[in-house]
């Protein structure tokens, strides 16, 4: 991808995340974008279809950021379940820190399109780790475990953003985690209790900061 591409993609990302915040995301139109990002709807639609992708785009740069810091710190690829317990620490831990993307994934997970694609993102992502190691899990198990986690996740958060729940966001973690662990129907209660303990310690001792830092492209206001 050429330099010009990548700093008009930065662009639109930039742009679309704070229209977001000022608008709304359902309020939030494609002209808007386009005219925010100084380039036409035609050029727009060259590098995203629909206003869904550029927050589909949010999403999948997180989890990459966080699997990219997971494999800087040597955690070992084969450890799938624990890889998978660090990456929803860690990004649950990313959303809650940024106000203003906490306020967006409250939106724009009430949408339809936008939760059943996230959904896949996470399914896909853990159906191509699986493939690198000795677990031999379900697919329907991936689906339910990330569909039910997703699920209890977005309620839990919603619930803990408007104040109405008195959990802490380490209780929200673990709970998130220990359901989509167990519905993988491959390790007991007491392996879960173990994984989920250490994921959290993991996550607290890894450089969130450094994480956090990376997603300038999106987060900083311009």
């Keep these: 991808m050429s330099n010009k591409k990548i700093d008009i993609e930065e662009q639109i990302i930039k742009k679309s995340f704070n229209l977001f915040l000022v608008n709304g995301y359902e309020k939030t139109t494609i002209r808007q974008i386009a005219d925010a990002a100084g380039i036409g709807r035609g050029h727009l639609y060259y590098y995203f279809k629909k206003k869904e992708d550029i927050l589909l785009y949010i999403y999948k740069t ?85 569909t039910v986690g997703c699920s209890g996740e977005e309620e839990l958060l919603r619930r803990y953003y408007n104040r109405d729940i008195q959990l802490e966001i380490e209780d929200i973690i673990k709970s998130v985690i220990s359901t989509r662990l167990i519905l993988l129907n491959i390790i007991d209660k007491e392996q879960v209790d173990q994984i989920v303990s250490n994921a959290i310690d993991i996550s607290n001792k890894l450089n969130i900061g450094e994480l956090l830092e990376s997603f300038d492209i999106f987060l900083n206001k311009v």
Aim: net charge negative; hydrophobic share 40%.
């Design 62 to 146: 997180i989890f990459n950021k966080i699997y990219e810091l997971i494999s800087n710190h040597h955690m070992n690829d084969t450890e799938l379940l624990l890889n998978y317990a660090v990456t929803q620490c860690l990004y649950t831990y990313t959303i809650v820190r940024y106000e203003s993307l906490f306020r967006i994934y409250i939106e724009a997970s009430t949408v339809p399109i936008i939760r059943k694609e996230y959904v896949n993102i996470l399914v896909d992502l853990f159906k191509k780790k699986a493939l690198e190691t000795h677990y031999n899990v379900a697919e329907k198990d991936i689906y339910i475990s990330v």
